[in-house]
């Protein structure tokens, strides 16, 4: 097997094949991680984000066509969790600390103040496909769908090349394809040494999330529920599997802040969910073993 590593979206990323993947089909995937980069990122000063970030009376905003079916999938996660799941959420995380520059340094009178009028990806943002509309400066970030869509492009790339046995892993999404089922260890939230269990993944996608991730502060992290605009406590862990990594990516970060209860009518998809007090739950159909 062949791999080969590289950097996108902030996160350590490789694609492991049958033989090594050529020069051409390398410098594709390069370039397309930094035309998504260049277009997703709320961490650069020249991306698209920034732009509606800075936009001081709004404006109208084209992402590439491809961001539609991005776009519909928050959508639904944010009408199905009643917004606990919005892009819109990157203000908070920006108040808290998590910002462009990583100062790691929260401002808890500006978070006070942003409670009482914070935006909402359903009233604040018009949408006609991939065209995003506002009326002020609004912070997006798509951290819960945006590495699976990556994925998802760079799945698409190896398609077209006539690949059909491969493993696209951007830490923590992942995406299979080929006949021989893969086992992939659940790493436990809070000692990498170890796993929680295992999943056989076969021609799907596993996407993880945990709190642990990016941590810092007094109990801060990443995964905020956006109607609060603070960090989940009571679920630590998930791991979605689905189709395509997008949808196991959104839906990872939505059972931090609904029931699988919520989600199951409208995807299809199994999971292990990791609670604080060491519980896990995992879905009747999920393929593979959970050791807690």
Known sequence: MSRFEFDAIGTSCE??????????????????????DRNYSRFRDDS???????????????????????FDLYDRLHKITGGGLDPLVGRDLELLGYDRRYSLVPQPAEVSTYASKRTSWG???????????????LLIDLGAVGKGHLVDLISGVLGVRGLEDFVVDGSGDMLHRGEAALGVGLEHPFDPTKVVGVAHLRDASLCASAVNRRKWGDNLHHI?????????????????????????????????VVPASRLVPSFDFSFVRMFADGRAEVSDNFDGEAFT
């Not at 694609?15 to 998504?36: A, G, K, N, Y």
């Not at 009233?123 to 400066?137: E, M, N, W, Y």
């Not at 960090?231 to 599997?241: I, L, N, R, S």
């Open 15 to 36: 694609i492991d094949t049958p033989t090594p993947l050529c020069h051409q089909t390398r410098r594709q995937i390069l370039e397309l991680v930094e035309r998504f």
């Open 123 to 137: 009233s604040d943002v018009f949408r006609q496909g991939s065209t995003l509309i506002t009326r002020s400066p």
């Open 224 to 256: 905020l529920d956006a109607r609060t605009g603070r960090p989940v406590k009571d679920v630590v862990a998930t791991w979605v599997v689905a189709k395509d990594a997008a949808t196991a990516d959104g839906l990872a970060t939505a059972l931090f």
């Open 48 to 70: 698209l984000i920034t732009k509606i970030a800075e936009a001081e009376h709004g404006g109208t905003f084209v992402f590439p066509a491809g961001a539609a079916q991005m």
